[in-house]
């Protein structure tokens, strides 16, 4: 459900009835009766060539007759589960892993409907290819890749003319806008323009994790140039050829460029940021979250899926998140949005803020974070110690003792063997998060975590380990994946019409999803529930999110639903074909 760009102080109760109405039947792809909501406005060759009607050949007879596509197909007829086997083995003889990216690829340009039934069946398997890891190799071979517009290029030299750009779009009901200035994508740094595989990437798991239209969804690159000197000198490059803008240029071409969204789609329209640069991140999202519809899924999104690990921690431990004491290798956007999110949380147990900044303690690629040190930004400054500084984590365990141990440094190998000895001699269940990505980066492997604390780690990772069976222990290591998160914050806020994002929905998302964790996971360790129920996680997640919205008076969509969950489930979208044949009737006789 989505609120129109006027004020709630403008709106009468039956306007708002009569949107309530008209967007709920706009964002939900799904009819009372199964059948259409009308006759496809294209027919003929023009329906098979849009992937938002294209069936294939699993149209019925009638169907083709219908709507002019008869004998443009094969005389088969294929069921869309047939359709999906299909698919499975295209994949399965697809050498590569990039292989099979570039063929979802291809799949979502022609038959959007089964390309998402494709995830809905097997989203476990496709992640990793439509998502990180393989979406890093297609963002750097994105030049060769590129075959059909999916999303907007909009650059440094486009100033003054991105309303006009943004009409460029078919759609025009837009609710989400995910948007990277491509100069951190992944861990592979600057990629310029051919970073757009991200926004393309987060937006598809938006439909495959939480069932969001993805009529209403669009990526977006802002090109301000690049640095990479590789992507400058090759000729195959898609962007602009130059170096990154900085200063005020670039800070007035993102203004124009939300201001421009919400007089087009709404002031409600969602707007992500992504893999933006660290001296960007933290300073556009300071900027615009109090006066708009927007989150950063690095910092929030990471935060908020390590705190819900940490949460489902605890029940391991037995104890508050209060009672501990955290060291972090890694001071970049993720360890420093988890870290502020565990103050939070913290807080929320009645704790000062500033007895919650002591309880944390950071390690950068210069050492610990202390008072003397004089190149702090002022992220991580809130966290700096009066002590003397040190580069050695295995002295900064030994010293601060601490409770948990969480890396998002990108380092493999820095959570040693003697570091882990020296977390098991203090504590009874040490808390171990190797949340660097991909596994070549991780901190420490899941195997290395159990055997080194004699089996008494609670780990988690930020990439995908193998289950662990050694000396009569099993384990199945929880995977903090932002996937639990984001798709389910952007859902509730998308159905409720939230004017902001503030870090207290990405609270409260860690906590609904930490309350999914069974009894059955924790006994082998793991601190997520499973993936494969992220459908049914998501609903639960933007409930709550939902019902937090409307009590911090964020909502626009009035007045609340009595039943939240029959709400969002109203309003999910279905990766089932429709029918074409029109309702018909008869006369009496």
Known sequence: MFVTS???????????????RVQLAEFSSKSKDKGPLSVPEKTGIDLLRDPNLNKGMAMTLAERQTVGVHGLLPPNFISQDDQVKRCLKHLQDKPTDLEKYIYLCSLQDRNERLFFRLLDDHLEDLMPIIYTPTVGLACQKYGTLFRRPRGLYITIHDKGHIYDILKNWPIKKVKAVCFTDGERILGLGDQGCQGMGIPVG??????????????????????????????????????????????AEYDDLIEEFITACKARYGSSVLMHFEDFGNQHAFRLLSKYKDTTCCFNDDIQGTASVALAGILGSLRITNNKISDHTFVFLGAGEANLGI??????????????????????????????????????????????????????????????????????????????????????R???????????????????????????????AVFASGSPFPRYDKNGAVFEPGQGNNAYIFPAVALGVMCCGSIRIPDDLFLTAAEALSELVSEKDLAVGRVYPRLSDIKEISVHVSVAVIKRCYELNLATVLPMPDDLETFVRSQLYSSDYESFIPTTYEYPK
Not at 6 to 20: A, D, E, K, N, V
Not at 447 to 453: I, K
Request: contains cysteine; positive net charge.
């Open 202 to 247: 987060k937006l598809a798991l938006y439909t495959g994790c939480a069932s969001i239209n993805p009529k209403y969804c669009l990526p977006v690159t802002l090109d301000v140039g690049t640095n990479n000197e590789d992507l400058l000198a090759d000729p195959m490059y898609i962007g602009l050829r130059q170096k990154r803008v900085k200063g």
């Open 339 to 424: 870290a502020e999110l565990i103050c939070l949380k913290m807080e929320k147990e009645g704790m000062a803020k500033e007895e919650a900044h002591k309880k944390i303690f950071m390690m950068d690629s210069r050492g610990l974070i202390v008072k003397t040190r004089t190149d702090l930004s002022e992220h991580k400054i809130h966290f700096a110690k009066d002590m003397a500084g040190t580069k050695s984590l295995e002295e900064v365990v030994k010293m601060i003792k601490p409770t948990a141990l969480i890396g998002a440094s990108a380092t493999p190998n820095t959570f040693t063997k003697p570091i882990i000895e020296e977390m098991t």
């Open 6 to 20: 006027l004020p709630r102080f403008l709106r009468t109760g039956s306007s708002i009835m009569l949107q309530h």
């Open 426 to 456: 203090n504590n009874e269940r040490p808390i171990i998060f190797a949340l660097s990505n991909p596994t070549s980066k991780s901190e420490c492997t899941a195997d290395e975590a159990y055997t080194w604390s004699n089996n008494k």
